[in-house]
């Protein structure tokens, strides 16, 4: 097939620095059998040593190739799905054996309220060449939504963009959703970027330093055996003997989004070792906030981009759209990246380099180059810095604190909204010891400025509208978190840090273990089977904690149903026991209660009275994280503050209970995060 130039000449600098690019490439070509020659953002020169030009061919009417020397993609027209990536000699990177459109694609999941939802790869019906030059080649798929599609397709106009630019080792996809006037109401749940690799190669799987491995295939899991939902499967007759025995489940491989930054797969076989990188450089787009949790790569070979989705916090918080109700928002882009290695040296040499290209990523962040109007570059985009100072009056004597809290823009609502927010776009940043913080890169809008702090309980939101101009820059100067708080502290247990983690975890079953975190404590959350764990410690009498003789490193994890064989669970009612040695001092105690996930349950908290009904207090149905099935350590944050009439309690013993009293599922519970009991304020 025919290459059609559309390039003119260099200038004279990007002329030079090629020569200079050649250069060090002859010297390779003399040198490199005994150098490690990692190849990835940084070679800018094709295998016949020509300077990278990209080159846009159109003229089958069917697809679409752009090749820019290092990378060569196929997309399909006017579909605009990724039918093949050629890479250092080898023809697609992708699963040639799967139909066009089952390869590298987007999807949705979607439907009309009250409706079941649908599964949508997302099909361009009008291509459009957008910018092409020898330096970059950008290329739109748009399907627009028109009413004879009503029930079928997702009412959003959808435009697929990819870009390719002169001497990368990849190429950047994104995505814009727009709902002009006139649309029907729709609920969407998930949007994702798919990527489904050539099975025979990519069989080691990277998603961060320690969570790296070799990983069974599809055929393992398709011979295995299903586990208690589809997605966990006992591998019984893995090709590989080494993968037997092991449990597989993607949910395995979550992580929030604040570290879904790379992920991948290598392939070894080959004569030089290959990796395919998804590189997410911002969250900005992202539903949840920062520490919401997604998929990564998994086995198939699959590796996603997950741009939205309802995974560790359930349809609460899908993106709700009324009739009529417009919309626009860019989702990425985001940097598919590959890399190879000569030297064969040792695993981490593809990681690590990938790792360097997200920092890259990272610093040109937001990029300059998108063509879509939609898309806010740098120069249009504001700041927003302050000092976030937490002061809880009953901790040393009420000074102010540093916080490393987390700080954040996101749409404007309630504290702590933006844990359910997934339409409007988020901007997060870790403040420093001292509490300051800045967030650079915002684009222009109204927010509201959010925050919690790790060590204390409850949400900040800074009290007012913070409108973001392009290139504006706000000064909030001292913000002060007053978290909740109605007395001294009689006893806590647990560290109030949206996590379970510091509770028992217990070991997994020998015969159901993912090998990957044997290893490693902080990661055994993840390991599958882990609630039924409960029923064999507590086989017949539940949990009870006493203050001050256990530690919370006693607290179950997860405050799950226990199993009664046969497929029937039973509720649960844990225990805590303490002494009120004082005098009761009459007024509200406080019980402050921190979920860090919910499942379908309703918490009823009863004070020394294990029966009485109703329950001096109950949550009501809530959550649908569904964190204990899927190995999350989190779901959805809840908190309750809880008046606690002192005619309840007692001097001397005292025992609250806490009853998770639906019990139709093993997945059912919460995770506790942290619980304080509060006596009344003398302050007040
Ligand atoms: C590197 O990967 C190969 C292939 O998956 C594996 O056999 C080997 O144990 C790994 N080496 C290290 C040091 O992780
Ligand atoms: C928030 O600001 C408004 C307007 O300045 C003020 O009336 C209100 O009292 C403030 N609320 C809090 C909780 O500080
Ligand atoms: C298990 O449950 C099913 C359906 O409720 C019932 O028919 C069966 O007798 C039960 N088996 C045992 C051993 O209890
Ligand atoms: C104690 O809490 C109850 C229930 O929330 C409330 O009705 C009551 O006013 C509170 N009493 C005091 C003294 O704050």
């Avoid at 649908?118 to 060449?129: A, K, L, M, Y």
């Avoid at 003997?241 to 489940?249: A, I, K, L, M, Y």
């Avoid at 450089?281 to 699959?302: A, C, M, W, Y």
């Avoid at 990523?361 to 100072?389: I, T």
């Amino acid at each position: 097939m025919k290459m059609k130039m559309l390039s003119k000449k260099n200038n004279n600098v990007i002329f030079f620095w090629w020569l200079g690019m050649i250069m060090k490439f002859c010297f390779l070509l003399c040198a490199c059998s005994e150098n490690t020659s990692l190849s990835g953002g940084s070679k800018k020169i094709n295998s016949f040593g020509s300077t990278s030009i990209v080159k846009l061919n159109t003229e089958d009417n069917q697809q679409l190739v752009i090749d820019n020397g290092i990378v060569s993609v196929t997309l399909s027209r006017p579909e605009g799905h990724v039918i093949a990536i050629s890479y250092n000699g080898i023809d697609n990177i992708l699963e040639s054996e799967n139909d066009e459109d089952d390869r590298g694609y987007f999807d949705v999941v979607w439907n009309e309220v009250g409706k079941p939802s649908t599964f949508q790869r997302i099909e361009g019906t009008n291509f459009s060449v957008i910018a092409a030059d020898e330096n970059m080649v950008e290329v739109s798929f748009l399907r627009s939504w028109t009413s004879s599609m009503s029930g079928k397709d997702v009412p959003i106009n959808i435009d697929k963009r990819y870009i390719f630019r002169s001497g990368d080792s990849g190429f950047y996809s994104y995505a814009i959703f727009d709902r002009p006037e006139g649309m029907p109401a729709v609920e969407v749940d998930q949007i994702r970027y798919v990527f489904k690799l050539n099975q025979h190669r990519f069989k080691y799987m990277a998603l961060s330093n320690t969570r790296q491995r070799s990983m069974p295939t599809m055929r393992d899991r398709d011979t295995g055996q299903v586990l208690a939902y589809k997605e966990a499967v006992l591998l019984t007759k893995p090709i590989n003997p080494q993968f037997r025995g092991e449990v597989d489940d993607k949910y395995q491989y979550s992580c929030e989004n604040t570290d879904n930054t790379v992920h991948g797969w290598i392939n070894f076989d080959s004569d030089e070792p290959v990796g395919f990188w998804m590189i997410t450089p911002s969250n900005e787009f992202r539903n949840g906030g920062p520490i919401k949790q997604d998929l990564t790569s998994h086995v198939g070979p699959i590796t996603l981009s997950m741009f939205v989705s309802t995974h560790y916090a359930g349809k609460e918080v899908t993106m709700a759209f009324e009739e009529g109700e417009t919309y626009k928002k860019v989702f990425g882009p985001v940097f598919v990246y590959l890399n190879t290695d000569s030297s064969k040296n040792d695993n981490t040499t593809l990681w690590s380099d990938a790792v360097q290209q997200l920092s890259k990523e990272v610093k040109s962040w937001p990029y300059d180059f998108p063509k879509s109007q939609d898309y806010f570059p740098p120069n249009q985009r504001g700041a927003v810095f302050g000092r976030l100072l937490v002061q809880d009056w009953y901790l040393q004597g009420g000074k102010f604190q540093g916080t490393n809290a987390y700080v954040g823009l996101a749409l404007p609502g309630d504290a702590g909204s933006w844990q359910r927010e997934s339409k409007g776009y988020q901007f997060w940043t870790r403040s420093d010891a001292k509490g300051y913080f800045k967030i650079n890169n915002i684009v222009p809008g109204d927010y509201n400025l959010y925050g919690w702090v790790p060590g204390f309980i409850g949400d900040y939101k800074y009290n007012g509208t913070i409108t973001i101009t392009p290139g504006g820059v706000i000064n909030l100067n001292y913000l002060v978190y007053n978290p909740p708080r109605n007395g001294p502290t009689i006893w806590e247990i647990g560290i109030p840090n949206r996590l379970a983690s510091e509770f028992h975890v217990p070991d997994p079953y020998p015969t159901l273990m993912n090998k990957l975190y044997t290893a490693q404590r902080r990661d055994k959350f993840r390991q599958y089977g882990l609630w039924e764990r409960y029923t064999d410690m507590y086989p017949n009498d539940d949990l009870i904690y006493t203050v001050g003789v256990n530690k919370y490193r006693d607290w179950f994890y997860a405050h799950v149903t226990r199993s009664k064989g046969n497929k029937t669970y039973e509720p649960t009612t844990w225990q805590i026991i303490f002494e009120h040695e004082q005098d009761i001092i009459s007024g509200n105690y406080t019980l402050q209660l921190a979920l860090a996930s919910a499942a379908d349950a309703d918490l009823q908290v009863r004070f020394n009275d294990p029966s009485i009904y109703p329950p001096h207090f109950a949550t009501g149905l809530i959550g649908g994280d569904n964190a204990i099935a899927r190995h999350g350590i989190h779901g959805l944050h809840w908190l309750f503050s809880i008046d606690v009439p002192s005619d309840l309690l007692v001097k001397g013993k005292n025992i609250v209970y806490l009853r998770q009293s639906k019990a139709l599922s093993p997945f059912q519970g919460v995770m506790y995060d942290y619980i304080r009991l509060e006596r009344p304020s003398s302050k007040t």
